[in-house]
């Protein structure tokens, strides 16, 4: 990297810009983020949320599903421990997550549809859970139908990220923000638009001295 003259990027992007935003959110903030995002992302998602800590459940209890109890549950908490740095929590942080619940979803239906399989229980019975995890996903659509299938983009991260991503700043200059940025990649210097971001809007200015280097 040194011979390619990158050295200094990849250390401020990998060092200096991951301790700065590591640093910067006290514990106590921290946690109240925690508390009111976490709602925010299980909410309209409750159903699904119910049968992925099912498969917790399910890794106890059942035989099969024992096997891949420290593939699931290690999994699960590494998942979680990637939304934590910094303690910002904020609501794209908790995708990270996402292939945890999957995961133990699947491992809850499995197992649900085996044990019932097991108890010579009818073939359309034993397919109730394959039926109810349909349901679930069906509601969290419905639930978020307005966001993901009525609203244009610009209504959607409204509603995603407020009235106005970037604090004190006018709202049409968020767009003037991305068509800098495009402008800049267009160019090969995705840094351009970094630039403007960070020094002529004035967001995130403990790092700004840095992406002006």
């Known amino acids: 990297m040194s011979m390619g003259g990158v050295f200094r990027r990849f250390w401020f992007w990998t060092v200096i810009y991951v301790r700065q935003y590591g640093s910067e959110m006290p514990f106590a903030l921290g946690w109240q983020a925690f508390q009111k995002n976490v709602v925010e992302i299980i909410q309209p998602n409750l159903p699904l949320w119910l049968i992925g800590s099912t498969g917790l459940i399910c890794i106890g209890l059942h035989k ?3 096997r891949y109890a420290f593939t699931a549950v290690s999994f699960s908490i590494c998942s ?5 740095p910094g303690l910002h929590f904020r609501s794209h942080c908790f995708v990270q997550l996402l292939p945890a619940l999957a995961l133990l979803t ?3 239906v499995s197992a649900a549809t085996s044990a019932l399989r097991n108890k010579n229980i009818s073939f359309v019975l034993s397919g109730a859970p394959v039926t109810i995890f349909a ?4 509601t969290s659509v419905l639930w978020q139908r307005e966001f993901l299938f ?9 509603a ?6 970037f604090p004190g700043i006018h709202p049409n200059r968020e767009l003037h923000c991305g ?3 495009a402008e800049g990649t267009d160019r090969g210097d995705p840094d351009r638009g970094r ?14 001295f840095s992406l002006t280097h």
């Open 64 to 66: 099969s599903a024992r």
């Open 80 to 84: 979680f421990l990637t939304v934590c």
């Open 106 to 108: 699947g491992v809850a």
């Open 135 to 138: 349901a679930a996903w069906m």
């Open 150 to 158: 009525i609203e244009s983009p610009v209504q959607a991260c409204r």
């Open 160 to 165: 995603a990220c407020g009235p106005n991503r």
């Open 179 to 181: 068509a800098t940025y």
């Open 195 to 208: 630039r403007f971001i960070f020094t002529h809007i004035g967001i995130a200015q403990p790092v700004t």
